[in-house]
DNA sequence: TTCCTGTCGAACACTTTGTTCGGTTTTGTG
DNA sequence: CACAAAACCGAACAAAGTGTTCGACAGGAA
């Protein structure tokens, strides 16, 4: 078995460079591509391991080589969009920046996979979803922060209460966003993110 | 059987005043009961329809007389808890007030059933939880700034983002807050919440 | 080629779900 | 009290899903 019965995608994974063997790469991206596009027709908790299996073609002791369970699965298909996001974040967002945080970026990013995201944040997977973006999106924000303390500035309020403040507001906004159909285009509800939490930040102080 | 194939707690209820069984009465009461205290002694997703008749001593055929699923039973539950909560809200709240809302009656009522609430996040059914709090508060939130515009208000930003942005910020504070074991008293954590959101709200005049 | 390592797939034991139905008990009411 | 209606019991069931095992096989690396 490629690795028995551990969550080997969560270990730190010391590199080493091992090349990895294909029929590895084309079953996970297989079971990958698999569930992402079942989730896109049906409803995520009623997706089944078979089901999964069937789509990606592969026999069913295969995939319990490859991943504990359906979560584990999802867990690791999350973890790749979220790499995918933070690069195109790195790449796009320019040095200085007048907004607090690249708050834009996520709409963007959101706006571009609408369907995956709002078929999951209904589908009873959305825990997860929001989990992993709050969790990009506080440590973000805590870093701004912290740097603002270390230039002499005293906040009011503890760093990880605004972080989990901003970070929060943030992902409500955005789940309502998609959930009306994104009735403005992601610069638009980005400003209107941005002009409440701006204020909040200036009276930290 | 009491009411067959529908989510009867659901229904407006007309009322009308029927007494309602007796029977009825007692094993709703007994599965509510019994659904809380397993909370209280294992995740939610892995507690079993068996685990909840065994406690409450029903009848597998009279749970599913009273409820579509183990999940429209946490409902009712919650629906009753936030019912609680609004009449605790309604008594305590004087009429006036320099806060934006209630938000400290959120925070107390968490804290009087931390262990309650604390299961609930972490075991599998947060999303119900939260959902319905972030209902709650967004409701209140709206009439607030409804009323505001009436007044003459005019706002640079729709009321229902407002209101979904404040809604989630609190209630991920509340989510952050628990996790940390409450590190500081409902109070404090409120008046944090209250010092961010604020601002806000003022400069979207 | 030669090994090694993944993969296949059927079979299996197990758990959970939701329904059915005849028989029993409890209520509300006359 | 008595009696019909309503609720409950509980065993049995079909169906679906889960996670594991194992011998046979095939694709890849060296």
Known sequence: ????????????????????????QRTREGLHH????????????????QDIIDRANVGRSTFYAHFLDKEDLLENLLR?????LHD?????TPPADDHIVHSLTFFVHAHANRDFYRAMLSGGGGDLLLDTGRKHF??????????????????????????????????SV?????????????????DMYQALALPSIEALT
């Not at 789940?175 to 980005?190: N, S, V």
């Open 1 to 24: 078995m490629p690795q028995a019965r551990t969550n080997k995608a969560a270990e730190p994974n010391g590199d080493a460079g091992k090349p990895v063997d294909r029929r590895v």
């Open 34 to 49: 698999a569930l992402f596009d079942l989730i896109l027709e049906k409803r995520y908790d009623k997706i089944t391991v």
């Open 80 to 84: 790749q969009l979220g790499e995918q």
């Open 88 to 92: 195109e974040t790195v790449r796009t």
């Open 138 to 171: 506080t440590e973000a924000l805590r870093q701004h922060l912290d740097q603002r303390v270390e230039e002499g500035a005293v906040l009011k309020i503890p760093t990880p209460v605004v972080a989990q403040y901003l970070a929060g507001a943030m992902m």
């Open 174 to 190: 955005l789940t309502w966003w998609l959930a009306q159909d994104m009735p403005y285009p992601p610069e638009e509800i980005d």
